[in-house]
């Protein structure tokens, strides 16, 4: 079962429908290690988790037309991630987040990809602006954030979810709007 989602290439990646038969397996491994997880406030996942998680995550592209695609790499055909437009009931406006597995960080995975779906959304959605939902701690998606052009616009939000201690999760939100995105030139 895949989703019906366009493909975008881009240098390194192509970027297209989650496809369950073929990304389970590789998004249950990104899913169950701690340090990746820890970068969007949570747990590693056990294998019935993963498979729910990624029915939520395919079943987001029913429910609102869009969604998250699955980023591969050119070179090797690997799963390596999570990227795309997103907005579940209650969040704080019209996202494209992101999530790379651990073993391919450090190679500019996260900010390719979510160029591809930013212009996407822009173009093809007709979204007036974009923001990142991003830990206070996660260091490494500020910096992917920063280098597509977004900035911080608001600290400290509160998140309809529960952080790894239990307790609400607090975020900060990025973004910028389609104009600024347009005008950097990309």
Known sequence: MSIDAPRFETERLIIRGLDVDRDFEAWAEIASDAETMRTIESPPLKPWEAWRSLAMLMGHWTIR??????????????????????????????????????????????????????NWAFDELGWSDVIHVIAPTNTKSQRVAE????????HGETLPLKS???????ID????????????GT
Not at 89 to 105: A, F, S
Not at 147 to 154: E, L, P, Q
């Open 147 to 154: 280098k597509i052009g977004s900035r911080i616009i608001r």
């Open 65 to 118: 037309g869009f969604g998250f695609f699955a980023v591969e790499e050119k070179a090797t055909g690997a799963f390596v991630g999570r990227v795309g437009p997103w907005r579940p009931h209650d969040w704080p406006g019209t996202e494209v987040g992101w999530l790379i597995g651990r073993p391919y960080w450090g190679r500019g995975y996260a900010g390719e990809a979510a160029e591809a779906t930013i």
């Open 164 to 170: 790894l201690a239990g307790g609400d999760v607090v």
């Open 173 to 184: 939100v990025w973004g910028q709007s389609a104009a600024e995105w347009r005008a950097r």
